[in-house]
């Protein structure tokens, strides 16, 4: 167990639908990082959260957004979803000991959330 | 276009060395190399991480030249528990500093 946790574990929608993930980094962690790995993408970096601020900018689509509060957890929101979001979706956090750096300590992931577009 | 890669499967007998090479050719100056293993139908655990010259730990070894452009992964002594996919994880330049997964090597150990 990593300590980070997500929902839901699983998530069937149709295309055109909207939908919320949510994470929950480890305790004292700053840094939230979400990914999408698919078959034929591998594992995409989407975006970094440091402290409820941006800190860096992946592969994200404009259909996408996420946002870290104030207690730390983080939502990813997808929009008018299309068939090709169906992937898993995996958060990770981190200490984020050195901000100064996009990857500056061990990151910890969830179990990630299925998502499935029919 | 920046990419890292790596190769896509290798197979091992148990008590082997195995080493993983990953290319990161436009590598960012400042952040670190992390290596992470997957289990099916799970999130990534980290393995090792570094910056340059070896990094060692209890359960690998991390080679980075000091060019950066490459690191290689090393397993001592694999066991049929590590049958996993290994990624590589870099920042590079082009386009702003990208946070990149490697391909994945799918490592398969057999007695």
């Known amino acids: 167990d990593s300590g980070v946790t997500q929902t839901p574990k699983h998530l069937i929608t149709a295309t055109g639908q909207r939908v919320t993930l949510r994470c929950s980094p480890r305790?004292?962690?700053?840094?939230v990082y979400w990914y999408q790995q698919s078959l034929d993408q591998g594992l995409q970096f989407l975006i970094q959260?440091?402290?409820?601020?941006?800190?860096a900018k992946g592969n994200i689509l404009e259909r996408f957004s996420a946002q870290q509060f104030p207690d730390l957890h983080s939502e990813l929101n997808l929009s008018s979803l299309e068939l090709g979001d169906s992937a898993l979706y995996f958060c990770?956090?981190?200490?984020?000991?050195?901000?100064?750096?996009?990857?500056?300590?061990?990151?910890?992931f969830g179990p990630g959330t299925r998502l499935t577009v029919l | 276009l920046a990419k890292t890669t790596q190769p896509i499967s290798m197979d091992s007998y148990e008590g082997q060395e195995v080493n993983i090479t990953c290319s990161h050719n436009?590598?960012?100056?400042?952040?670190?190399i992390t290596w992470y293993q997957q289990f099916p139908s799970q999130g990534p655990r980290f393995i090792i991480q570094?910056?340059?010259t070896k990094v060692t730990n209890e359960v690998a070894s991390l080679f980075i030249p000091a060019d950066r452009k490459s690191s290689t992964l090393s397993l001592p002594r694999v066991s049929l528990s590590d049958t996993a996919v290994y990624y590589c994880?870099?920042?590079?330049?082009?386009?702003?500093?990208?946070?990149?997964f490697g391909t994945g090597t799918q490592l398969k150990v057999e007695l």
């Open positions: 990770a956090s981190s200490v984020g000991r050195e901000p100064e750096r996009i990857v500056d300590n061990e990151q910890f």
């Open positions: 305790s004292g962690d700053l840094s």
């Open positions: 959260y440091y402290n409820g601020e941006e800190r």
């Open positions: 436009n590598i960012a100056t400042n952040d670190y």
């Open positions: 570094g910056y340059k």
């Open positions: 994880l870099a920042i590079l330049t082009g386009g702003g500093n990208k946070l990149t």
